[in-house]
């Protein structure tokens, strides 16, 4: 089992910039939630997708978007790129969207210059 | 609104210690709580899962316990090791249109040898 795995491990890009980050689920795994770290706190909740849908979103602006694909993995888009948005980029999966243990990947470092 | 806070925000032992990790948080309505190792850019590892029901998990030489009454968690190393040294977050799962993850600032643990 690969667990969750995201791509790619690291990203620098430009102010203004688009930028696509993706994320396969844990195997049997079908919700995926995105997450924020910036530089020394905790992860803030972006959105979760289920069943190709967004359930629910964080308290972030419409420039983070995402997709979720029938094979249950997903992308998070971020449009505009703010200096503001370097940050560790978090993605979680789990067997539905009832209350479970979430796993993990090891993120996408995302530099925003 | 949940928050988590966690204290301290890093501690400095000397390996061999027992040491003992705080989390609280402000609503009692948890569904689960999820303690996670972060390694310096990585992503989160699970160590122990505490459901509502619960009130402690065992993993080795952690032990971490759940008091919903009074809005807390410890998380428990004993007999640290240097290769213990990492940052400890705690996240509560909420209900809020979804179930997702709140979680604390984290403590930065470091062992010395």
């Known amino acids: 089992d690969a667990g969750v795995t995201q791509s790619p491990t690291h990203l620098i890009k430009t102010r203004g910039q688009q930028v696509t980050l993706r994320c396969s689920p844990k195997?049997?795994?079908?919700?995926v939630s995105w997450y924020q770290q910036a530089l020394g706190q905790g992860p803030q909740f972006i959105f979760q997708?289920?069943?190709?849908?967004?359930?629910q979103r964080g308290n972030f602006p419409d420039r983070f978007s995402g997709h979720q694909f029938p094979n249950y993995s997903s992308e998070l888009n971020v449009n505009a790129l703010l200096l503001g948005d370097s940050a560790l980029y978090l993605c979680?999966?789990?067997?539905?969207?009832?209350?479970?243990?979430?796993?993990f990947g090891q993120g996408t470092r995302l530099t925003v210059v | 609104k949940q928050e988590v806070t966690q204290i301290p925000a890093a501690l400095s032992v000397p390996e061999g210690e027992n040491l003992v990790l705080n989390c609280s948080f402000t609503?009692?309505?948890?569904?689960?709580l999820q303690w996670f190792r972060q390694d310096p850019g990585k992503g989160l590892t699970s160590l122990l899962l505490?459901?509502?029901?619960?009130r402690e998990q065992t993993s080795g030489r952690l032990n971490a316990s759940l008091d919903k009454s009074s809005g807390r968690s410890t998380l428990y190393i004993a007999a640290s090791q240097p290769g213990d040294s990492a940052t400890y977050l705690c996240?509560?799962?909420?209900?809020?249109?979804?179930?997702?993850?709140?979680f604390g600032t984290g403590t930065r643990l470091k062992v010395l040898a």
């Open positions: 505490i459901q509502s029901s619960q």
């Open positions: 195997s049997g795994h079908d919700t």
């Open positions: 997708y289920y069943e190709e849908e967004e359930r």
């Open positions: 979680a999966s789990t067997p539905g969207t009832e209350n479970t243990e979430a796993f």
């Open positions: 996240a509560s799962e909420v209900a809020s249109g979804t179930y997702k993850y709140i």
């Open positions: 609503d009692s309505a948890i569904y689960n």
